[in-house]
Structure formats: C-alpha cells, structure tokens
C-alpha cells in the first residue's frame, strides 16, 4: 500500500514535469538567470528569483504571461509588454528535463518493486495455506488428546470437589456463627451509639437553648437600656424646651418692665415739665425696680467671674510631654451574668479648670482583651507639645466593657470604673509623681518620666521591674 502511494505521488509529480512548472517572475527586480536565444537557461544566480523558484540549468521556457514563447526575443517582449502595462508580476511556465528523467526513473524502479512484492505476496499466501491446513490437522489430535484428558481430569474433580464442598459447608457454618454473634455485638454497640448521640443532641439543644436565653436576655437589656436612654433624652428634650419657654416668658418680662420704665420716665419727664421750680423731685424706688437692679448685678457678676476664668485659661503658659503606660487590670468583679468580659481602657487628657477634654484632643484607646478578668494590655501612648502647665492638666482612665460599648469609641457612657490622675510638677521638670487615687489605684514614677499603674497591694519590687520593661521596650 506504501509503494502504491509513492508510485501514485510519482506519477504525479511525473505529469507536473510533462505539463511543466510555474514560476512567479518579479519585474522589479533581476531575474537572477541567462537565458539561450532558444529559450533554455544555460546559468543560474545563487540566492536570485530563478535559483530560489526551482530554476535549473537546462530548463526551457515555454510560456510567459499565458502567451507562448519559443525564444529568448519574445520572452523580452512579453515582459516589456507586462512593464508598459504596469504588471508587476510576471507568470513563467518551463519544462525541466533533468527532473523530468529522474522522476521517470523513479517511476520505473517503483513498479518494478511494486511488481515483486505482488509476486512474494502470492507464494506467502500459499505457503500460509499449506501451513494452515497442517495446523487444521494438529489441532484436531491434540484437540481428541484434551478431550480424553479433560474427561480423566473431570473425574478426579469431581471426587475432590465433593470433598472439598463438605469442607466449605463446614467453613460456611463456622463462618455463620461468628457472623451471628458480630450483628449481635454490632446491633449492641449501634444502640449504645443511637443512645449517646441522642445524649449529646439533647445537650446541644440545652446550649443553644440556653445561649438563646441568654442572648434574648442581653437583647432585652439592651433594649430597656435604649427605653432608658430614650426616656432621658425625652427628659432632657423636655427640660430644655421648659427652660426655653421660661427664658421666652423672662424676656417677655424684662421687655415689658422695660416699656414701664420708659412709661414711668416719660411721665415724670410731663410732671417736671408742668412745675415751675428746676428742682428734681425724688421719687423712692418700687421693690420691682429693686428686684430688677439685683438680677442685673448677678448677671453682670456671672459674666465677671466667667471672663476672669477665661482670661485666667488664656494667660496659662506651659509646654509638656505626657507619657501613659497601659499595663493591666486585677482584681475585676467576677460576678457578671455574662462571664468573662471583653475588656479595653480609654483614655483622655483633662483640662482640671474646665474639667473637659484639651484642645486638640488627646485621647487612646487600647486594644480589646477578649474573655478574661485579668487582662495584660501592655501598651504605651505618648502626648507631645500640650501647651499648658502640668499642675492644670489630669489623665482620666475609663475601664470599658465591648459587650456594653459596642461602637469601641472615646465617646462611651458605660464604663466598669474610672479614676481621674491629677499631674504636678515637681521642681525637676524631668519627671513627674502621681499620688494615689482612692483605694484601689495606685501610681508611681520613674527616672525616665514613665508611669506604672497597679493596684495597691502590688507596691512592691514588681512596680520596678514593670517601670523598667516600659522604659526599655515600650518607650
């Protein structure tokens, strides 16, 4: 089948040098050939359009543009004719009789070995079938050998497998007994699974009924602390609208002792008019004109003693530095509905003769510590250039719970504790002390101006190694 294919493709091939070649010549450039007056190339270019087109030497050209040529003179012709018409590509069709021969040549030898396979096939297949009928023939004796062997072999199986079916029936009942009694332990261990799951079912169901307990609870409080709040901001809506309404009515009030006054001076002005004498006659003074002038006292007292304070806020002078050490907490209630609380400190800088945040605000808030009592925050915060004098400022300290302030703001209104931490200045502007707040909170200082805040039964060697740990990893 292979040489068929050759044979067909030389064939072929064979045709295409009869009928000739098509060459693609370029007119713009050389030709890269020389061609006889007759028509045959008798020399080739390396690398030029005619080597590069499959020209050779000795190859004929017979047709050019689809018009036949038979010299070298109408080939010149036929291209200038293509150049005058601005034809930029040239068709040229050639006969190659050395390709031509061997393509012959090739045809030939193909057949002659397609011709003695032909033949070989023949005389295999004749052998095949000789062969074939000889195996025909060893294949019936041994076949009548097998079957007598088979019959013989038939016979011992037989005997054997009778002795081997009562050995499997013995095995089959062994093995259904040992089977009997592992569905029992099975169907056992099953129920005791079955009772166990059940078990651990009816303890999930009492977890998640009791964490939706307590969450509905926590909802609840969160909802009578928002009825509360809202009732106070109803409160406070509606005292404020009161005091509004009161300061309408006063003003009212002054507008019209004001109008009587000016009445009452218009009318004396009439009565100094219609005396003669130039005296000013004296007139004692009503207790609402008294009340009027004791109003106006206090108020222009108030205003007094607040332009003082501000004036008094104004001419404070002072530059500082504070730096605040978040070390931990102890010693937290631990009777809270909720367990373990989640827990985190804010804390501000406190103008003490405003008792209100600074300007700018200077204000921290530490990371949460979830589900303990005992939270170690370690943290540190450093104020820098608070322009005012250490003797009026305070570091208020708020102990806050995640669960009652959920926003995580500096804002927060529910707080588990609190301590407000004057700061004075001592004569060495480089450090500072803080005395202690109440019972429960205690605070000291160190060379470096850092405070260690503890409770008050730890006032011990602990608050210098915790005061050095702040100095040299934290600051």
């Known amino acids: 089948d292979k040489l068929k294919v050759e044979l067909q493709e030389a064939e072929e091939e064979l045709n295409d040098a009869y009928s000739g070649y098509e060459f693609r010549l370029d007119l713009t450039s050389k030709m890269g050939m020389v061609v006889n007056p007759d028509g045959t190339v008798s020399k080739i270019i390396e690398n030029g359009q005619a080597d590069l087109g499959g020209l050779s030497i000795g190859c004929t050209i017979f047709s050019a543009s689809d018009k036949p040529v038979n010299s070298l003179v109408e080939l010149k012709e036929v291209i200038m004719n293509c150049k005058k018409d601005n034809i930029l590509e040239c068709s040229i069709y050639y006969h190659d009789p050395r390709r031509a021969a061997i393509t012959a040549s090739k045809v030939a030898d193909l057949k002659a070995k397609l011709s003695s396979l032909i033949s070989l096939a023949a005389n295999v297949e004749a052998e095949n079938a000789q062969r074939e009928a000889e195996v025909q023939q060893e294949a019936a004796r041994l076949l009548f050998e097998a079957n007598e062997m088979a019959r013989m072999e038939a016979e011992m199986a037989a005997a054997k497998l009778h002795e081997e079916t009562e050995e499997l029936r013995r095995k089959a009942q062994e093995e259904a007994d040992i089977i009997k009694e592992q569905n029992e332990y099975a169907r056992i261990e099953a129920e005791r699974e079955t009772q166990l799951q059940n078990e651990k079912k009816i303890q999930i169901e009492n977890e998640v009924r009791l964490a939706t307990e307590a969450k509905q609870t926590d909802l609840q409080r969160e909802q009578e ?14 005292k404020k609208k ?13 507008l019209e002792k004001e109008k009587e006054k000016k009445k009452k001076s218009v009318e004396e002005s009439e009565q100094f008019d219609e005396h003669d004498d130039d005296s000013v006659l004296e007139q004692p003074a009503t207790e609402d004109d008294e009340t009027e002038e004791m109003t106006s006292l206090q108020e222009t007292e108030t205003e007094t003693n607040k332009s003082n304070k501000m004036k008094k806020k104004d001419q404070r002078i002072g530059h500082c530095t504070i730096k605040l050490a978040i070390i931990s907490a102890k010693n937290i209630p631990r009777d809270h509905p909720r367990g373990k609380l989640d827990l985190f400190v804010i804390a501000e800088v406190i103008d003490l003769l405003t008792n209100d945040t600074i300007e700018p605000p200077r204000r921290y808030r530490s990371m949460v510590e979830k589900h303990t009592f005992e939270p170690e925050w370690m943290e540190s915060v450093i104020w820098k250039d608070i322009l005012l004098p250490p003797s009026s400022l305070a570091v208020k300290v708020k102990l806050m719970d995640m669960e009652l302030n959920k926003s995580g703001g500096f804002h927060e209104t529910n707080p588990l504790g609190e301590v407000l931490i004057p700061i004075e200045q001592e004569e ?12 429960q909170l205690t605070t000291s200082s160190s060379s470096k101006s850092s405070l260690s805040i503890l409770s008050s039964n730890q006032r011990n060697d602990q608050e210098k190694e915790i005061g050095k740990k702040l100095d040299h990893d934290l600051w």
């Open 428 to 439: 060495d502007e480089d450090s500072a002390t803080i005395r202690e707040q109440g019972s």
């Open 225 to 238: 602390r928002k009825a509360i709040e809202a009732k106070r901001a109803a409160k406070a809506t509606k």
């Open 242 to 254: 009161q005091l509004e309404l009161e300061k309408e009515k006063k003003k009212e009030k002054e």
